[in-house]
């Protein structure tokens, strides 16, 4: 079992696994892959977590020298019944990159850009690709990929697409399901096709899928517009809502529906993507960012709807709980000496506008109409890319500052993915602090107040029993009060393990039954 | 972002790997006994063997996650628990010493190295790469310091050279250019050898042996700290001992009071960030040429990390322009002290180059200097690159012009 990675032939920890007849299957495994195959406790531990609040063992971890042999290592789980997860950069932050399966990593050896085509403004890449080092390596093309979660260095293009991220700028941008045109996946059967647009006409694979999505989505079609969330943000559930759209536009033709879009945020649980063709945007003539500081949360977020009228192409919000932690980190501490103070008193929340404009005077000009909005705070107004970076590097440290908290209660995440549309944050973040209060913590806020996300990470120690039970009725209260205000639970982190269990409240049983048929048209054998 | 993990992209070489290893065998999640904390886990140790302790995570992870002091100290917790530290800890750990005795006869210390017996032992006992060159020993700077007429005043303010193992061993050059550099600015410069201040005895583990060799390092400058009014400041030419003394001295439990210990490392600097941070207060103020082409820096690890690049960019760019300095933004070598020998981890530390270092070696061209602060830098850029790196204080000293 002894396999050489970088250099050392390890295997970390005694091997073991704990699967039926998986003695069998992992010899063939090994086999089968011509990358590492790691069975060993140290190992399947370390693939036991990603950035969320769960810890699960994976039945062992494979990482594959190629996409192909990904799909190899898929097919040979399949045939041995044993269940799969595919993972990347494990940033997901309710629990998606975790399972009792084996975790296949792409993010090692899986990272190329297969072809760009400047002119056509598409490139076709590898999932294990991350946003930074796409973007990075494309720079002279004067394009860019534009979906940024804050983990864009970690991140890969896979997970995005599992997870239909957004980031900052999906206000102007929107998610990731807007720039993949197509996806090469490899199905849990082990059988390969390409879905993109006209892949029903081609391919019998994707035909046979196609058909049977439009079946279900036909069928619930009322269900679907009434119970699917309108927020520009959006990530619970199967994508049906897009694929109704889909339908509609093109007069109830199934064979011009592209499945691309419902294979984005469905989680590693319908495909692996072994590949994907991206929409690229061109990079904008200019960029500036406006800090705004507040001595008020309530006030920062009542900017909210006025700033939003001035057409950026991101708004973000951060709380003092984080400014008071990035004070005492030493890389993240000169990042905020350069913050403005507020007029009022001590800080207590900023607000970064950026505008990307075709020109530098267009961007001076929204700058200076936002500053106006705010005669009595001091606004800082940046244009130069070294600046703007800098004033961004806070914003993008937020959640993994929050773990330097000190003390047993940690701001967890479970229902940091909240979406709501933008003018009513206010709302749901004073009720939100009230359900909090109630159950004796407190809360850290921060957001993409463009498109009403909030990712609010409530305080609290798992350890407590009393804790856990808390963390529950939080999270069920705050799907309600999402739901309630023409929201939903899941902004663009995703449901994962967190709100995976709360998708039957929200959506009901018959959408859910959907759900479900969807699985299976897709992985046949799934219960 | 941790240089292993840009490099191979594996959750076994990553921040976060590490922090969850750690965290793992703390709380008694690894082994056979549940609950207890796995110490002298053998797993465990290959794993933050990995780690090539080059305290990027130290400042730029947002969760204030330091995993070369972890790491340090789950390795002493191991010795401890083994009763006594492994064979290549102990051998680098003893390195400083044995340099001491070896450049008394670095002709025939070097002829030693070279054999093929001496190689095979290495690998066989300490795990030396047979593929690494080894840097070749010299008659030490401790041998070529004297001469017989100091040309400088008497009433001149002393700067103390601690000349630490590496400089006095195999690059003696490094410490003459800063003599010359710092007697140009008027400076008395006096040379103090100090082994390597602890740097390799941390870095494997061997905290409590590191603890009593700084206490004596402690001793033996406290005259200098106490009695000697003329000394306005310290250098040290190696960034990893710098960082010993300004970063590790200060978090291990050395029974010398913090305070002092503070005291001592607010006092060190390296030479040219010395001569950046007192530009004002020299005695004197030399000329000097610009070179014809750019100056590319590489940046130490410990030095990006603890006190930004600019503590050997800032002198050059004021010496010959802003314009003139290339510096870009990349992180550790891959070499990081003795981890780029070692067998297991050649392969690891020649992938770590070629993101980090490679790139930054080959922005300079013909007629463009190529300088690193790190002894194991400059090292790695020859064994990657075939190209000769200078300390930033070369750079200096060549462009002085003598008058």
Same mark, same amino acid.
């Given at each position: 079992?002894?396999?050489?990675?970088?250099?050392?032939?390890?295997q970390l920890g005694t091997p073991s696994v704990a699967a039926?007849?998986?003695?069998?299957?992992?010899?063939?495994?090994?086999?089968?892959?011509?990358?590492?195959?790691?069975v060993g406790e140290l190992d399947r531990k370390l693939y036991a977590t990603?950035?969320?609040i769960y810890q699960v063992e994976p039945l062992a971890?494979?990482?594959?020298?190629?996409?192909?042999?990904?799909?190899?290592?898929?097919?040979?789980?399949?045939?041995?019944?044993?269940?799969?997860?595919?993972?990347?950069?494990?940033?997901?932050?309710?629990?998606?990159?975790v399972?009792r399966?084996?975790?296949?990593?792409?993010?090692?050896?899986?990272?190329?850009?297969?072809?760009?085509?400047?002119?056509?403004?598409?490139?076709?890449?590898?999932?294990?690709?991350?946003?930074?080092?796409?973007?990075?390596?494309?720079?002279?093309?004067?394009?860019?990929?534009?979906?940024?979660?804050?983990?864009?260095?970690?991140?890969?293009?896979?997970?995005?697409?599992?997870?239909?991220?957004?980031?900052?700028?999906?206000?102007?941008?929107?998610?990731?399901? +807007?720039?993949?045109?197509?996806?090469?996946?490899?199905?849990?059967?082990?059988?390969?096709?390409?879905?993109? $647009?006209?892949?029903?006409?081609?391919?019998?694979?994707?035909?046979?899928?196609?058909?049977?999505?439009? +079946?279900?989505?036909?069928?619930?079609?009322?269900?679907?517009?009434?119970?699917?969330?309108?927020?520009?943000?959006?990530?619970?559930?199967?994508?049906?809502?897009?694929?109704? +759209?889909?339908?509609?536009?093109?007069?109830?033709?199934?064979?011009?529906?592209?499945?691309?879009?419902?294979?984005?945020?469905?989680?590693?649980?319908?495909?692996?993507?072994?590949?994907?063709?991206?929409?690229?945007?061109?990079?904008?003539?200019?960029?500036?960012?406006?800090?705004?500081?507040?001595?008020?949360? @309530?006030?920062?977020?009542?900017?909210?709807?006025?700033?939003?009228?001035?057409?950026?192409?991101?708004?973000?919000?951060? @709380?003092?709980?984080?400014?008071?932690?990035?004070?005492?980190?030493?890389?993240?501490?000169?990042?905020?000496?350069?913050?403005?103070?507020?007029?009022?008193?001590?800080?207590?929340?900023?607000?970064?506008?950026?505008?990307?404009?075709?020109?530098?005077? *267009?961007?001076?000009?929204?700058?200076?109409?936002?500053?106006?909005?705010?005669?009595?705070? +001091?606004?800082?107004?940046?244009?130069?890319?070294?600046?703007?970076?800098?004033?961004?590097?806070?914003?993008?440290?937020?959640?993994?500052?929050?773990?330097?908290?000190?003390?047993? #209660?940690?701001?967890?995440?479970?229902?940091?993915?909240?979406?709501?549309?933008?003018?009513?944050?206010?709302?749901?973040?004073?009720?939100?602090?009230?359900?909090?209060?109630?159950?004796?913590?407190?809360?850290?806020?921060?957001?993409?107040?463009?498109?009403?996300?909030?990712?609010?990470?409530?305080?609290?120690?798992l350890r407590d029993a009393?804790?856990e039970? #808390?963390?529950?009725?939080?999270?069920?209260?705050?799907?309600? /009060?999402?739901?309630?205000?023409?929201?939903?639970?899941?902004?663009?982190?995703? =449901?994962?393990?967190?709100?995976?269990?709360?998708?039957?409240?929200?959506?009901?049983?018959?959408?859910?039954?959907?759900?479900?048929?969807?699985?299976?048209?897709?992985?046949?054998?799934?219960? | 972002?941790?240089?292993?993990?840009?490099?191979?992209?594996?959750?076994?070489?990553?921040?976060?790997g590490?922090g969850n290893t750690l965290r793992l065998a703390i709380t008694g999640q690894l082994g056979g006994a549940p609950g207890s904390p796995a110490w002298a886990d053998p797993d465990v140790e290959r794993a933050l063997?990995?780690?090539?302790?080059?305290?990027?995570?130290?400042?730029?992870?947002?969760?204030?996650?330091?995993? *070369?002091?972890?790491?340090?100290?789950y390795? $002493?917790q191991s010795?401890?628990a083994r009763?006594?530290?492994?064979?290549?800890?102990?051998?680098?750990?003893?390195?400083?010493?044995?340099?001491?005795?070896?450049?008394?006869?670095?002709?025939?210390?070097?002829?030693?190295?070279?054999?093929?017996?001496?190689?095979?032992?290495?690998?066989?006992?300490?795990?030396?790469?047979?593929?690494?060159?080894?840097?070749?020993?010299?008659?030490? /700077?401790?041998?070529?310091?004297?001469?017989?007429?100091?040309?400088?005043?008497?009433?001149?303010?002393?700067?103390?050279?601690?000349?630490?193992?590496?400089?006095?061993?195999?690059?003696?050059?490094?410490?003459?250019?800063?003599?010359?550099?710092?007697?140009?600015?008027?400076?008395?410069?006096?040379?103090?050898?100090?082994?390597?201040?602890?740097?390799?005895?941390?870095?494997?583990?061997?905290?409590?042996?590191?603890?009593?060799?700084?206490?004596?390092?402690?001793?033996?400058?406290?005259?200098?700290?106490?009695?000697?009014?003329?000394?306005?400041?310290?250098?040290?030419?190696?960034?990893?001992?710098?960082?010993?003394?300004?970063?590790?001295?200060?978090?291990?439990?050395?029974?010398?009071?913090?305070?002092?210990?503070?005291?001592?490392?607010?006092?060190?600097?390296?030479?040219?960030?010395?001569?950046?941070?007192?530009? =004002?207060?020299?005695?004197?103020?030399?000329?000097?040429?610009?070179?014809?082409?750019?100056?590319?820096?590489?940046?130490?690890?410990?030095?990006?990390?603890?006190?930004?690049?600019?503590?050997?960019?800032?002198?050059?760019?004021?010496?010959?322009?802003?314009?003139?300095?290339? *510096?870009?933004?990349?992180?550790?070598?891959?070499?990081?002290?003795?981890?780029?020998?070692?067998?297991?981890?050649?392969?690891?530390?020649?992938?770590?180059?070629?993101?980090?270092?490679?790139?930054?070696?080959?922005?300079?061209?013909?007629?463009?200097?190529?300088?690193? *602060?790190?002894?194991?830098?400059?090292?790695?850029?020859?064994?990657?690159?075939?190209?000769?790196?200078?300390?930033?204080?070369?750079?200096?000293?060549?462009?002085?012009?003598?008058?």
């Amino acid at each position: 079992m002894e396999r050489r990675m970088n250099g050392v032939q390890v295997q970390l920890g005694t091997p073991s696994v704990a699967a039926p007849d998986a003695e069998r299957a992992l010899r063939d495994l090994i086999n089968a892959v011509e990358g590492d195959v790691r069975v060993g406790e140290l190992d399947r531990k370390l693939y036991a977590t990603d950035a969320s609040i769960y810890q699960v063992e994976p039945l062992a971890v494979v990482v594959p020298a190629s996409v192909e042999d990904a799909a190899r290592a898929l097919e040979c789980c399949a045939s041995h019944g044993l269940p799969v997860l595919p993972r990347g950069g494990g940033t997901s932050l309710a629990g998606q990159g975790v399972n009792r399966a084996v975790v296949i990593d792409l993010s090692a050896n899986c990272d190329a850009i297969v072809s760009l085509d400047t002119a056509a403004r598409r490139c076709r890449v590898e999932p294990g690709l991350t946003p930074d080092d796409l973007n990075r390596r494309i720079r002279r093309s004067g394009l860019f990929f534009a979906p940024d979660p804050s983990t864009v260095r970690q991140a890969n293009i896979g997970g995005c697409i599992g997870n239909n991220a957004a980031g900052a700028r999906s206000v102007k941008y929107g998610r990731t399901s +807007d720039h993949v045109l197509g996806v090469d996946v490899c199905l849990p059967d082990g059988r390969r096709c390409r879905l993109d $647009a006209g892949a029903a006409e081609r391919d019998p694979v994707a035909r046979e899928l196609t058909s049977a999505v439009a +079946d279900v989505v036909r069928r619930h079609a009322t269900l679907i517009r009434e119970r699917f969330p309108r927020t520009l943000r959006r990530s619970a559930g199967y994508q049906l809502d897009v694929v109704l +759209d889909q339908l509609e536009s093109h007069a109830g033709d199934e064979r011009l529906v592209n499945l691309a879009p419902l294979i984005c945020g469905s989680e590693g649980t319908l495909a692996m993507v072994l590949g994907a063709e991206l929409n690229l945007v061109p990079e904008p003539g200019a960029r500036g960012l406006a800090v705004i500081a507040f001595d008020d949360l @309530d006030r920062a977020i009542a900017a909210v709807p006025g700033l939003l009228r001035l057409g950026p192409s991101a708004v973000e919000l951060l @709380d003092d709980l984080i400014v008071d932690l990035a004070k005492h980190n030493p890389e993240q501490r000169r990042h905020v000496e350069l913050l403005p103070a507020p007029a009022g008193g001590p800080l207590r929340a900023i607000l970064y506008v950026e505008f990307e404009e075709p020109t530098e005077h *267009a961007v001076d000009d929204k700058l200076e109409r936002t500053r106006a909005l705010f005669p009595r705070t +001091d606004s800082a107004l940046y244009r130069s890319p070294a600046e703007m970076q800098s004033a961004w590097a806070l914003r993008r440290a937020g959640e993994p500052l929050l773990h330097g908290v000190e003390g047993a #209660r940690k701001p967890l995440g479970f229902v940091e993915d909240n979406a709501v549309p933008p003018e009513r944050l206010g709302e749901f973040v004073r009720a939100f602090r009230d359900i909090v209060h109630q159950e004796g913590t407190i809360a850290s806020f921060y957001a993409h107040a463009s498109v009403g996300v909030l990712h609010v990470r409530p305080l609290l120690d798992l350890r407590d029993a009393g804790d856990e039970g #808390r963390m529950h009725r939080i999270a069920e209260r705050a799907e309600e /009060l999402a739901r309630s205000l023409g929201g939903v639970m899941s902004g663009e982190h995703g =449901d994962g393990r967190a709100r995976g269990p709360l998708l039957e409240r929200y959506f009901g049983p018959e959408l859910m039954g959907a759900f479900r048929e969807i699985k299976r048209i897709f992985d046949p054998r799934a219960g | 972002m941790c240089p292993a993990y840009q490099a191979t992209r594996d959750e076994r070489t990553s921040t976060r790997g590490w922090g969850n290893t750690l965290r793992l065998a703390i709380t008694g999640q690894l082994g056979g006994a549940p609950g207890s904390p796995a110490w002298a886990d053998p797993d465990v140790e290959r794993a933050l063997g990995l780690c090539l302790s080059c305290k990027a995570c130290k400042s730029e992870c947002p969760s204030n996650v330091d995993i *070369a002091k972890l790491k340090a100290e789950y390795l $002493a917790q191991s010795h401890a628990a083994r009763g006594q530290a492994t064979q290549a800890a102990r051998f680098y750990a003893g390195f400083d010493d044995a340099l001491l005795w070896a450049t008394r006869m670095p002709k025939l210390a070097n002829r030693v190295a070279e054999l093929a017996i001496t190689r095979r032992l290495l690998h066989r006992f300490v795990g030396l790469d047979p593929r690494r060159s080894l840097p070749k020993l010299t008659k030490p /700077l401790r041998r070529r310091w004297a001469r017989r007429t100091d040309p400088i005043d008497p009433t001149s303010p002393t700067v103390v050279l601690l000349a630490d193992a590496f400089t006095d061993a195999f690059e003696p050059q490094v410490g003459l250019a800063t003599r010359r550099v710092l007697e140009a600015f008027g400076y008395h410069v006096e040379l103090l050898h100090c082994g390597d201040l602890g740097r390799a005895k941390i870095s494997v583990g061997m905290l409590g042996e590191a603890i009593e060799e700084i206490e004596v390092w402690l001793e033996r400058f406290r005259p200098f700290l106490d009695h000697r009014p003329d000394v306005v400041g310290f250098v040290v030419c190696e960034p990893s001992c710098l960082s010993a003394i300004r970063d590790d001295w200060l978090e291990l439990r050395v029974r010398t009071s913090l305070e002092r210990r503070r005291r001592f490392a607010d006092a060190c600097f390296l030479p040219e960030q010395f001569i950046e941070r007192h530009w =004002d207060e020299h005695p004197r103020r030399p000329s000097f040429r610009v070179p014809k082409g750019r100056v590319v820096l590489h940046g130490h690890c410990h030095q990006r990390a603890l006190w930004g690049v600019g503590s050997s960019g800032n002198l050059l760019a004021r010496l010959f322009g802003r314009e003139r300095l290339v *510096a870009p933004e990349t992180g550790c070598c891959g070499m990081a002290g003795s981890y780029g020998y070692d067998a297991d981890k050649y392969d690891l530390s020649m992938r770590v180059a070629a993101r980090n270092l490679v790139p930054t070696v080959e922005l300079a061209g013909e007629g463009d200097l190529l300088a690193a *602060a790190g002894t194991s830098c400059r090292h790695q850029i020859f064994d990657t690159t075939g190209r000769h790196a200078l300390h930033p204080i070369e750079v200096v000293a060549n462009a002085l012009i003598e008058g």
